[in-house]
């Protein structure tokens, strides 16, 4: 499986995956703070900038990995995955019912996330992903 990106380089499904692993451990190195409006003076204008929430950023991150290596989880990852999701959405319903501070939804919702973090890269080495055999190989051996 391949794509080709807007540079027109060919990159790999495996490039893909390490790409926004990647991209997961640098959000990581930032602190996680809610996101707020900052204003800046451009000259004689004051412009308020949006800084967004950084925890928010690194779960659709998390999350979006997870979609990702999906097709390929195996039936322990399945179950662990199911029960991290139903967690996000009990925590979904006490905020809507209990009206929970948006920031408190945040901050267990990542704590799920970092869970679900977990279990993939548990998932990847249970693959032997990091070796250097691609997924592509693993689904032909699955057919």
């Avoid at 006490?94 to 901050?107: M, T, V």
């Amino acid at each position: 499986m391949e794509y080709i990106s807007k540079q027109k380089e060919k990159k790999t499904f495996r490039d893909l995956v390490l790409s926004h692993l990647n991209k997961i451990l640098e959000l990581s190195c930032d602190e996680f703070k809610g996101g707020y409006t900052q204003k800046v003076v451009k000259g004689n204008c004051v412009e308020e900038v949006y800084i967004p929430d950084s925890r928010k950023r690194i779960s659709q991150a998390i999350e979006f990995f997870s979609f990702l290596l999906q097709p390929f989880y195996d039936k322990d990852m399945n179950d662990k995955s199911k029960k991290i999701k139903d967690e996000v959405k009990k925590k979904l319903k006490e905020f809507d019912e209990n009206k929970i501070e948006r920031d408190k939804f945040r901050i267990k919702k990542l704590r799920c996330m970092m869970n679900l973090f977990e279990e993939l890269n548990f998932l990847l080495k249970r693959k032997d992903y990091l070796k250097g055999e691609s997924y592509e190989d693993e689904m032909d051996k699955e057919e």
